[in-house]
């Protein structure tokens, strides 16, 4: 086949050297590279994951799109071409689980669903979170509990999405959570 036939199948560079392409100029932007997946098809997809402190809206998106592909464009000149991809810049959006401190933390006071490594399952609101543990704001009866939890001893966590705000006590608890611990 022809070198310029969109269909061909791409040489798309390793996950781990697309993140490395791209970790200097997304860093500069304020953000980082959560994730690369490479997917099959017809182009193939070269999905970049975006994630900031606060999160990342559609205009970063758009930004951050035009740093990737200049980034890979580049790349392109000096490793040979890559052939046709879809490329793609994305959040970490709401369904995806949350699996380190630092996505523990930029959730804060979202309620998220928890799944244990013990096996064992509860919902709550994510309060102060350091030294890998996630302080967890529960239901304990008609009111709450703070409960820490090893970041380690949860197998799978994911926001909830919400559309009533949270309750006061709730609030209030998560703002206690982190008292003594930063000071």
Not at 38 to 47: A, C
Not at 82 to 110: C, M, N
Not at 172 to 179: A, H, P, T, V, W
Request: charged share 30%.
């Amino acid at each position: 086949m022809a070198s310029d036939d969109p269909l061909r199948s791409a040489q798309l560079p390793s996950r781990e050297r697309v993140i490395e392409l791209l970790d200097g100029a997304f860093v500069r932007a304020g953000y980082e590279v959560e994730d690369v997946l490479i997917g099959g098809g017809r182009p193939p997809r070269l999905t970049v994951v975006a994630d900031a402190e606060g999160g990342v809206d559609l205009d970063a998106i758009a930004a951050l799109s035009k740093v990737a592909s200049a980034a890979l464009d580049a790349a392109e000149e000096t490793a040979g071409d890559f052939g046709a991809y879809v490329l793609e810049v994305t959040s970490r959006g709401v369904d995806r689980p949350l699996t380190s401190e630092t996505h523990f933390r930029r959730s804060r006071a979202r309620k998220v669903d928890v799944e244990l490594a013990d096996g064992s399952a509860l919902t709550g609101r994510i309060g102060q979170v350091a030294d890998g543990v996630v302080t967890l704001v529960v239901a304990a009866g008609r009111d709450f509990e703070i409960r820490p939890i090893a970041v380690t001893a949860i197998a799978k966590a994911i926001v909830q999405v919400e559309f009533s705000p949270p309750n006061r006590r709730e609030l209030e608890l998560i703002e206690q959570s982190g008292k003594g611990d930063d000071e």
